[in-house]
């Protein structure tokens, strides 16, 4: 089985809305759609500069925006980036994006070629 998980590292110093961003996303994982407020957030930087979460939940197809904001105002998904943090920096997280293929740390962002071989090694194709 192949299986791909998202975990959150915000980098505030670097990314002042990082923080916001993944909970963002967390909060629309609650309506089943963390993939598509994950690539929105990634599709539509300047918005996320600026701020307009309930827009971009929105576009990401969050059918109850009122309550997104409500899970964004709240500390609900706090534990959830304490959490990931924590595992990120059990296998020694050094910046993003980073990789974790069977166990194996991969920084940066590997070539498609590079990463296909890997996902198939990993997986006994």
């Known amino acids: 089985p192949f299986r791909v998980a998202v ?3 915000p980098l ?4 002042p809305r990082a923080r916001d961003a993944a909970i963002a996303a967390e909060c629309a994982r609650d309506q089943g759609r ?8 990634f599709s539509e930087q300047v918005a996320v500069n600026e701020a307009r979460w309930t827009e971009l939940a929105a576009r990401a197809g969050v ?13 609900a998904k706090s534990g959830v980036l304490a959490a990931d943090s ?7 997280f050094r910046g993003t ?8 740390v991969i920084p940066g ?17």
């Not at 505030?12 to 990314?15: G, I, M, T």
């Open 7 to 9: 975990r959150h590292t």
């Open 63 to 75: 059918v109850d925006t009122v309550l997104h904001q409500k899970c964004m105002a709240s500390d």
């Open 34 to 41: 963390f993939a598509e407020m994950h690539q929105t957030l």
């Open 109 to 125: 962002v590997p070539a498609t070629e590079a990463l296909v071989k890997l996902v198939r090694a990993s997986i006994g194709d």
């Open 86 to 92: 924590l595992a990120a920096a059990s296998v020694g």
């Open 12 to 15: 505030s110093r670097s990314h």
């Open 97 to 104: 994006p980073m990789l974790i293929v069977n166990g194996r």
